[in-house]
């Protein structure tokens, strides 16, 4: 299954993404504020791959000026239901409808990944103002927390990784080279019903590509799991979000 494959996958699997994956703390946008050296509020901000919305919310509530650039039409009509007054347009961190140095920070929550590189670093000096502010972040489950551990050993099983991806540094992240990138870490914790876990788990491409078969088999065994583990039905989630960010010369 090729990338561009697996990022279509979202489409239809939209409003269960909307329902189950995370947002962010607000002490992520405290650190891009900080790393950019000026305030979302009132600034021009490209929400790029933003999906359903959920980081672009946040960027919104902040004040910025913010228009989320989105391929995938299942996702592009999730967002404007859930966000019906922030403006969303087609297309791709490779090539963003954007005019150039049009925006003040240009935004990738969990979606840089999808991206060619050789494509998406000119774009993305293209449309950013000088001192604009790239801002690449990844929100990862804690590996340090044992049950995450565990568990994350049965998706390297059952996937047939030799490795982890889902606990990948920064570095191997692909991050553009000669951007002079400054990274920060940012912790934090939610609550929810197992159920909403794993609706989160099985909204990942992995699961999405897999078929519906196998992948309720395996999230059926791990719901029996994390009852034993969890009996009062809440799992407590433990994430790192990976943030980089480099100013545009």
Known sequence: MTPPSRARSFNAAAARYAAHRPSYPPALLDAVEELAGRPLAGARVADVGAGT????????????????????????????????????????????????????????????????????????????????????????????????????????????????????PVHLRGLPSGLGFVSRQVPWTRRVPIDVHLGNLGSHSAFLVIGPEAADAFLAEERDRLTGFFPDGMVEESYTVSLSVALAD
Request: net charge neutral; charged share 25%.
């Open 53 to 168: 919305g959920i980081a672009t919310r946040l960027l919104h509530a902040r004040g910025a000026r913010v228009i989320a650039v989105e391929p995938g039409d299942g996702m592009s009509a999730q967002f404007r239901r859930s966000l019906p007054d922030v403006p969303v347009v087609r297309g791709d961190g490779n090539h963003l409808p954007l005019a150039s140095a049009s925006t003040d920070f240009l935004t990738y929550a969990q979606a840089w990944h999808w991206t060619d590189q050789r494509r998406s670093v000119p774009e993305a000096l293209r449309v950013l103002r000088p001192g604009g502010a790239l801002a690449l972040w990844w929100n990862d489950f804690d590996a340090d927390v044992p049950w995450i551990a565990d568990q994350d050993t049965r998706l390297r099983r059952f996937f047939g990784e030799a490795e982890s991806t889902r606990f990948a």
